[in-house]
């Protein structure tokens, strides 16, 4: 069971970059995926997640209208498009597995990718 | 947003010793979404604890969750040298994750 991430890179401020995940071992269409960044020397921060079937995401206030999730289950792939770059954006930027147990309805991540770095300069 | 808080920022103890780690919510969490991990210098988190006292699968009996509420603990009943790294708590609360700002155990 193994996520990769790649994308990463330096990039000026109010650029994009499109980070890619891509998840082998597993049944990718039966778990939601989440991003999460840390900044350096800084807490873990949630970022977005995406469902199962990619229908709907879900964001923290800080990136809602500038990066989006999105997900191709038949090539086991998840993606974040992330726009308009702010210099607080630097971060290692982690590729994560959810688990949502129907029988017990707990929530957590269980897999991670090695992370890809962003670097965004002024 | 539920906001988690974590003491001590920084633990200073022995191999062998007992640490424990607190984590506090502004409001109530379900146990179901409470899980901590361990994140070792230049490496991904790892995955302890979930449903806030639920081992994950190949994690050592010394590590413990309890708590309910607003207040969860992670234990450690005797340090292993691989164990000093930072630990974070983490809650799920209307579609969005948090995390606290976790606790380094680090060598006295």
């Known amino acids: 069971v193994q996520l990769v991430e790649s994308g990463g890179g330096l990039v000026q401020s109010g650029g994009s970059l499109r980070l890619s995940c891509v998840g082998s071992?597993?049944?990718?269409?039966?778990?939601?995926m989440s991003w999460v960044r840390q900044a350096p020397g800084k807490r873990l921060e949630w970022v977005a997640n995406i469902k199962r079937d990619g229908s709907e995401t879900y964001s923290v206030d800080s990136v809602k209208g500038r990066f989006t999730l999105s997900r191709d289950n038949a090539q086991n792939s998840v993606y974040l498009q992330m726009n308009s770059l702010r210099v607080e954006d630097t971060a290692i930027y982690y590729c994560?597995?959810?688990?949502?147990?129907?029988?017990?309805?707990?929530?957590?991540?269980?897999?991670w990718g090695r992370g890809t770095t962003v670097i965004v300069s002024s | 947003e539920i906001v988690l808080t974590q003491s001590p920022a920084t633990l200073s103890l022995s191999p062998g010793e007992r640490a424990t780690l607190s984590c506090r919510a502004s409001?109530?969490?379900?146990?179901?979404?409470l899980a901590w991990y361990q994140q070792r210098p230049g490496q991904p988190p790892r995955l302890l604890i979930y449903?806030?006292?639920t081992r994950a699968t190949d994690i050592p009996d010394r590590f413990s969750g309890s708590g309910s509420g607003t207040d969860f603990t992670l234990t450690i009943t005797r340090l292993e040298p691989e164990d000093f790294a930072v630990y974070y708590c983490q809650q799920y609360d209307n579609a969005l994750f948090t995390f606290g700002p976790g606790t380094k155990v680090d060598i006295k």
């Open positions: 449903g806030a006292s």
């Open positions: 409001e109530r969490v379900s146990n179901k979404y």
């Open positions: 994560a597995r959810e688990v949502r147990s129907a029988i017990y309805s707990n929530y957590f991540m269980d897999v």
């Open positions: 071992g597993f049944t990718f269409s039966n778990h939601y």
